[in-house]
């Protein structure tokens, strides 16, 4: 390889000049250079704005999460090219494990989330508000995707799961991206993108490659775009000033490098399994990825009196980490990044040591296996000792960012809660105690501060994804230090790359917009039950008012025998002085078997079954001798996939359920959902 491409404006170009010349981080031979010198940035911007972009906000969540979901099984057919290439960024297998199929993994969490959106280009955003008293006027949130770029700007740690993790999100809400990785592992992500080009999955302009620098690309940035940066704080806070993106109040999520720590329970004591856990678990996150990762464990607190057994067994269980070439399979510790990764680690160890000594490991040696110590970006795994944390505060401040952690004590759990909130912010926090007041007490005291909390013991130390592990559908980002930044989250992080809107109007017009039927709005009926309609064939709003039933005493007594629900409100005439019942009350749930005997069209037609009950309230008592009549009328709709052996295609219909009395005051309003059969098979 001689000179990495970049891929934009619809085409790989390489940059000019000799660009930065990349090595291999275990033997330190040259890969080849990067740069994108002479790339037009504001071309590169405005064709994602204006070819990727509106290629992706035709698309419904629906068809873009199938879209996800194709590329991610596309990935997995190259998995042996991505290993090979990961080895060369100091990444053991475990390590490019992580980083390749946990990227490939995001692809498949986002693409699963579809099913939690409509299938439109947009979405609703929480329940419908009324404005006015006849209700003629009303509110309804809603989500459109933005109309700019997203620009992720990645740390080199994680060159797949980087890119993938973001794009994931993006992609889904409609939104084109332009990556750029570090480029001192942007060899990898290029492998990478060079197969979802090749796959002609996603269309075109949905994603371009930057190997190199950022140039002046944020100078060109408008209000549309979305920033997202992982990385150093100070690099992050440059970015976050820039003069165009405060002008054009661009959104900027920045997720840093934090100082995450991990505290040992005081209940916690040798013999027990969450004693061997926490060694496990600290001695993991030092080694994996050579402990470059932004959720690596960079404080250990630990009760006073197990100090001194702690630190032993903290080192011993170092001391069994075997270092050196990622392919040898005896390996469980690869090399860092780079020399100058390396470099930059012992020079902040230095600033640590000026209030910790280094209690395992060496600063300047360490033993390989299969490879060369110097020639690859090797560097033994350090755990420094910190007596004073209250007094000596450089380990609150400093981060090194490689296998690099300090231990300390702490005197009760309210110091430990103290000492945690010391690093300003952080992205996770664990600790390790089989006691719930302990965990209660720490979490509360401690949440405020950190984007995640691990409660780790031996109840779920066997599935628990560990400390450093974010998950797609969990939120990944931190206050302070960290960034003050969320990414990820599931359905939340997706509302980040859309602009919620708030619409008002006429409950008809509002449902005309939406296509999701809001109450009071017009409807419509005709001779044909909906229930006999093809899915189709269904229109929002269409609507069957229900002839009427008045609910008896027997009706009462029957259903309390067939339910066996005897509770005393439905049967016990003389319970219910000081309760709201003047009489015995029907069960909610008759009313709303009766009111499906109401609305029922009992023929055998479309309607294949009842799918659920999406929800139901129960807005007033109904007594023997209350007259009742529904009215149901069609909500949403959507069409279901095929899975493989489906014999008949068909969709999922919400229907709004409104029971009144006489009076013409509701007694129950529910959603109910049905799958339909599709006319079009």
Excluded at 151 to 171: D, Q
Excluded at 200 to 226: K, R
Excluded at 450 to 455: F, S
Excluded at 550 to 572: L, P
Aim: hydrophobic letters at 40%; aromatic letters at 6%; a neutral charge.
């Amino acid at each position: 390889m001689s000179k990495l491409s970049n891929y934009v404006t619809g085409r790989w170009i390489t940059g000019d000049g000799s660009g930065q010349a990349l090595y291999d981080a275990v033997n330190g031979s040259l890969i080849g250079h990067a740069s994108t010198a002479g790339l037009d940035f504001k071309a590169i911007l405005e064709h994602g704005r204006q070819t990727g972009g509106p290629a992706l906000r035709k698309l419904t969540f629906h068809e873009r999460g199938r879209m996800l979901r194709a590329l991610a099984l596309h990935l997995r057919n190259h998995l042996e090219t991505f290993y090979r290439i990961s080895y060369q960024t100091g990444a053991t297998k475990t390590d490019s494990w992580i980083d390749i199929e946990g990227g490939i993994g995001n692809l498949f969490s986002y693409a699963s989330l579809r099913r939690q959106f409509p299938d439109e280009p947009f979405c609703t955003d929480g329940d419908a508000i009324g404005l006015s008293k006849q209700g003629s006027f009303m509110g309804q949130h809603i989500l459109v995707p933005r109309e700019g770029v997203a620009i992720h700007i990645n740390a080199f740690n994680f060159p797949v799961w980087g890119m993938l993790e973001k794009v994931a999100v993006n992609l889904l809400a409609g939104m084109p991206a332009v990556v750029k990785p570090a480029t001192v592992t942007s060899f990898l992500t290029e492998a990478v993108v060079k197969e979802i080009i090749a796959s002609g999955i996603l269309p075109e302009g949905s994603l371009q490659l930057l190997c190199g620098s950022a140039g002046d690309l944020l100078d060109y940035v408008q209000s549309q775009d979305v920033i997202t940066f992982t990385g150093s704080a100070s690099t992050g806070l440059k970015l976050k000033s820039h003069p165009q993106v405060l002008a054009e109040s661009v959104p900027f999520n920045m997720e840093a490098d934090s100082l995450n720590c991990i505290v040992l329970g005081e209940d916690v004591i040798p013999g027990m399994p969450e004693w061997d856990i926490f060694i496990k678990e600290v001695r993991k996150e030092m080694t994996v990825k050579a402990g470059q990762k932004c959720t690596a464990i960079r404080r250990i607190f630990v009760p006073a009196g197990k100090l001194d057994d702690i630190s032993k067994a903290l080192s011993k269980a170092l001391a069994q980490t075997t270092i050196g070439n990622p392919l040898n399979e005896q390996v469980r510790m690869g090399a860092l990044a780079g020399q100058s990764q390396r470099e930059e680690v012992r020079s902040q160890v230095q600033k640590l040591l000026a209030s910790s000594q280094i209690i395992f490991g060496s600063l300047d040696s360490v033993q390989v296996l299969d490879a060369d110590a110097e020639k690859g970006a090797f560097m033994s795994p350090l755990l420094l000792l910190n007596e004073k944390p209250f007094l000596d505060t450089a380990v609150h401040e400093v981060e090194a960012f490689g296998p690099v952690s300090t231990i300390m004590p702490y005197q009760s759990l309210g110091e430990a809660i103290e000492l945690a909130r010391k690093g300003k912010g952080s992205l996770v926090c664990s600790i390790v105690t089989a006691d719930q007041s302990i965990a209660r007490q720490f979490v509360l005291g401690a949440a405020a501060h950190h984007g995640r909390i691990l409660v780790l013991n031996n109840d779920c130390a066997k599935e628990s994804t560990g400390h450093g592990s974010p998950l797609p559908m969990l939120v990944h980002g931190g206050p302070g230090r960290a960034g003050g930044g969320e990414e990820m989250g599931g359905v939340r992080g997706v509302k980040h790359y859309m602009q919620r809107v708030a619409l008002q109007g006429s409950p008809t017009m509002i449902t005309a917009v939406t296509n999701v039927y809001q109450k009071g709005a017009a409807v419509t009926e005709d001779e044909k039950h909906p229930f006999r309609k093809y899915f189709e064939e269904l229109s929002i709003g269409d609507t069957v008012i229900t002839h009427k039933r008045t609910v008896t005493e027997a009706d009462i007594v029957n259903f309390a025998n067939v339910s066996w629900d005897h509770f005393y409100a439905h049967t016990d005439h003389t319970s219910l002085e000081g309760t709201i019942f003047e009489k015995p009350v029907a069960h909610g749930y008759f009313i709303l078997s009766a009111a499906a005997g109401l609305f029922v069209d009992a023929k055998k037609g479309p309607v294949l079954l009842n799918y659920g009950l999406e929800e139901c309230r129960f807005v007033k008592p109904v007594y023997a001798g209350t007259t009742i009549g529904v009215q149901l009328t069609c909500k949403e709709k959507t069409v279901q996939e095929k899975k493989e052996g489906d014999e008949v295609r068909k969709g999922i219909v919400k229907w709004l359920v409104e029971v009144t009395d006489q009076t013409g005051e509701p007694v129950a309003i529910a959603t109910i959902l049905t799958m339909v059969k599709l006319k079009q098979q």
